[in-house]
C-alpha cells in the first residue's frame, strides 16, 4: 500500500504541456513570469518532497530530480520522514526513511544540506543550496516513548506535526467529530519537544487540540501545510481562531496547493493567492508561508497518473483517514502553477496584485526561517 511520499514521487515528473491535453485543458503560462527578487530570496517550502513519475521506491534521487530541485530555486525544503496513520512498526519505517534521506545527503552534498539549527538555514541561502528539514505528520513513531523525542532530535528531526486526520496518543486529528483536544501524553510531548528545541506543528489537528497546543508550547508554533476555513469550510482547513492564535504567539501559517482550497472542482493559482491575502488578513504579513503538500517536480497528468490518483484516494478512504475534499477527479495540484519554479511565479503573481518585495519575500519562505530560527537556536 502507497503511502503519501511514495503517492507523491509517483506521481511526480512531467512535461508542462500535458495539462494542455488533459481534460482541464490547462497548462502554466508560456514563458513563465519571473520576478527579479526571487534571485536574492530565501525560498521555504515547508511541507514537500522531492521526485518524479518513473522514481522507483528506495531509488537515489536522478539527476533529474535534482535538475528540477535547483531549478525550483528553494533554499529550504521540509520533508516527512515518518509514517502517518497507524502506530504498528511506525518506528521501524522513520528510521528506515531517516536513513534513506541521510544517504542522499551524504550522496549530493555540492547541493543537499541537513538543517538542524539557525546557521545551517543562512548557510543553505549563502552556498546556494537546498536544506532539508527532517519533518514528522503524525507522533506514531514516538509511541509512549518520551525517550524517543530525543533519539529523533539527535537523527536531525527537527519539526513534529502532532496529529494526522484521526485520533492518536497526543489528541485528535481534524476529522474526529468528538474535537477531543490534547491528552496528558500530549502536554508532555510538547514539553519535551520544546526542551529540545523542536518546532511542534498543527496540521491536521482538531480544532480543540491546535488552539491547546497553542497555548501548552513555550515556543511559537506552526501549521505547516493548510488553507482558510473561512473560504473553504472543509476540515482539513483552519478557522480565523487558530489562525489568530498562531500568529499572536509568534508562529507561521502555512498555506497548501491542494484540493481543499476550493469546496468543489480543481483549485487554480487564484484560490491559493486568496487563501494568503484572507491568511495575512488575519495574521499580518509576518505569520504566512507556503506549505505545498506536493512534489517540487511538476506533475503528469497521464491516463496512469489519474489510474493510481483513484488508487491512492480509494487507500485512504478504506484506512479511514480521506479528508472531504479529497475527490478521484480533483488532483494534488495547481496547473498554473505546476512546474518547479512554482515559488517564482507565485511572487510575480502576488507582485502584479501589488503586495511589495518585502511581504512577497516573507510568505515564500523568510517567516518560516525566522519561526525555526528562533526555535532551534
Sequence with gaps: MANRREFLIGAGALALASWAKGAHGLTPPAPLPTWAPYARTFALDACGTIGRQDHQPDAMLSAEELADLRESGLSALQITVAPVGHYLNAFEETMGQIAFWDAELAAHPEQLLSL????????????????????????????????????????????????????????????????????????????????????????????????????????????????????????????????????????????????????????????????????????????????????????????????????????????????????DDVYLILPDLNHPRRFETLGAMLSARGHSDARIGKILGGNFKRVMSEVWG
Aim: charged share 25%; glycine share 10%.
Design 116 to 327: 538542524r539549527d539557525a546557521a545551517d538555514l543562512q548557510r543553505a541561502r549563502d552556498e546556494n543550496k537546498t536544506g532539508l528539514i527532517y519533518n514528522f505528520q503524525d507522533t506514531t513513531p514516538f509511541g509512549e516513548d518520551l525517550d524517543r523525542v530525543g533519539v529523533f532530535h539527535q537523527l536531525g528531526v527537527r519539526s513534529v506535526q502532532l496529529t494526522y486526520n484521526l485520533r492518536n496518543l497526543v489528541g485528535d486529528g481534524c476529522l474526529e467529530p468528538a474535537n477531543a483536544g490534547l491528552s496528558k501524553f500530549g502536554r508532555q510531548l510538547i514539553e519535551a519537544l520544546n526542551q529540545k528545541k523542536m518546532v511542534v506543528d498543527l496540521a491536521h489537528s482538531g480544532q480543540r487540540t491546535a488552539l491547546e497546543a497553542i497555548a501548552a508550547s513555550k515556543s511559537p508554533a506552526v501549521i505547516s501545510h493548510t488553507g482558510c476555513a473561512a473560504l473553504a469550510a472543509l476540515p482539513r482547513n483552519k478557522t480565523d481562531a487558530e489562525l489568530r492564535a498562531v500568529a499572536e504567539r509568534g508562529g507561521v501559517v502555512g498555506i497548501y496547493l491542494m484540493p481543499f482550497l476550493r469546496t468543489q472542482g480543481q483549485p487554480m493559482a487564484a484560490d491559493l493567492i486568496a487563501h494568503l491575502e484572507h491568511a495575512v488578513n488575519v495574521c499580518g504579513e509576518d505569520h504566512v508561508g507556503i506549505g505545498t503538500d506536493g512534489t517540487v517536480s511538476a506533475t503528469q497528468l497521464t491516463a496512469q497518473y489519474k489510474a493510481e490518483h483513484r488508487k491512492f484516494i480509494a487507500e485512504r478512504r478504506a484506512k479511514g483517514i480521506s479528508a472531504p475534499g479529497e475527490a
